[in-house]
């Protein structure tokens, strides 16, 4: 494979275009630093950059997530305020402006899109308008959302949007881009405990690319994966995000309506508009181990994409990532089929015919 080896180098030119074509999917002006880690390294940056010492923070819990960025921020010496929903719901934009109401201190809110992991996805236009009226900074955990979900950074007045490429782009986990907004760049710079001289210093990327015309780079990048980046966007190019956005809302849409006429299992989001585009979550029956369902699944067919959830659900709720190439009638139809077979084996009630008709994947 030495056509992956001996390339030649990426310039500076080409990452700061990769760059650009980023900020666009992401429908913004802002800055965008594409980070040359997976997408954990540019929440945790945001997240310690922004959230300044014995400053209130705002931390929405909707899935594991979530519980992830209330450790960073408790770590950062913020006061955090977690406003944790039952992740089978979405949070409401109600909620967070009470939540803001009582404390009107807050000058930051985390809040994660979509949740691939229990599979549900939050109204992140109404919720972001009342963070914005309220003055505080929102960060976005968009990695989920990004290209299988409508994501508009500036209307939206996202402060800091992070992405990642390995979901329903469709490209690779080793880099990933935050948004930078100036209100969030002056917060940050004025944080005394932001990370500097460090891995996780979005102010290193600022003062040694972005603020400084992106004309060299200040260190090796990762180039297979930033190509591979670059791919994936040719590929959405090609296809048209509102085709992909359009391709993951029918397969979810699908899968669900295909599971509720199977039979035995049910969406373990309950309501049909919180449930999000790139990953369905299912709820077995009591006395059914998902771990043992999601085993003979992959007995009945090993290409379908499913694996048993995180945590606390892991023996009760199998998810079915539908992302990026999966998001397709092919592995709607191969899931039902070996969601029916695993069923059937089990002498549980399963009607496959139903289900495909359902989904709309007769004939
Ligand atoms: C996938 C995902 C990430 C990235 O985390 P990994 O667990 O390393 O894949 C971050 N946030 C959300 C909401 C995700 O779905």
Redesign the pocket.
């Known amino acids: 494979m030495t056509d992956l080896l001996d390339l030649p180098p990426l310039t500076a030119a080409r990452f700061a275009a990769i760059e650009d074509r980023v900020a666009a999917l992401l429908r913004t002006g802002n800055d965008v630093v594409v980070m040359q880690g997976?997408?954990?390294l540019p929440?945790e940056a945001a997240v310690k950059g922004a959230a300044h010492p014995g400053s209130t923070a705002l931390n929405i819990v909707t899935g594991p997530?979530g519980q992830t960025f209330g450790g960073w921020l408790r770590d950062s010496g913020a006061k955090v305020v977690d406003l944790a929903v039952p992740f089978d719901t979405a949070v409401s934009a109600e909620q967070v402006a009470q939540a803001l109401r009582d404390r009107p201190e807050t000058a930051f809110v985390s809040l994660?899109h979509?949740?691939?992991?229990t599979g549900n996805t939050n109204p992140v236009a109404e919720i972001a308008a009342v963070v914005r009226e309220h003055g505080a900074l929102l960060m976005l955990?968009a990695?989920?959302s990004v290209a299988a979900e409508p994501l508009l950074t500036d209307a939206w007045g996202v402060d800091l949007c992070v992405i990642?490429g390995?979901?329903a782009m469709g490209g690779p986990?080793g880099v990933s881009a935050v948004a930078v907004s100036p209100r969030a760049w002056e917060r940050i710079a004025a944080n005394p405990a932001a990370p500097r001289r460090s891995y996780l210093s979005l102010l290193d990327w600022r003062d040694r690319w972005t603020a400084a015309g992106r004309t060299v780079l200040p260190h090796a990048p990762a180039q297979l994966e930033m190509l591979a980046l670059e791919a994936c966007l040719d590929r959405i190019a090609a296809e048209g995000l509102d085709g992909a956005l359009a391709r993951h809302r029918a397969t979810a849409a699908a899968l669900r309506a295909g599971v509720l006429a199977l039979g035995t299992l049910t969406p373990y989001v309950r309501r049909a508009e919180d449930a999000a585009p790139v990953a369905t979550t299912l709820r077995t029956p009591s006395g059914l181990d998902a771990a043992a369902l999601v085993a003979d699944v992959l007995r009945a067919d090993p290409g379908v994409p499913v694996q048993s959830a995180g945590g606390a659900l892991a023996r009760e709720v199998l998810r079915v990532n539908h992302y990026g190439s999966a998001a397709s009638p092919g592995t709607v139809r191969r899931t039902l089929d070996a969601l029916a077979a695993a069923l059937r084996e089990r002498g549980l009630p399963a009607d496959p015919a139903a289900a495909l008709a359902a989904a709309g994947l007769t004939g």
């Open positions: 997976e997408a954990l929440l997530y994660v979509a949740e691939a992991a955990d990695v989920a990642g390995q979901k986990a």
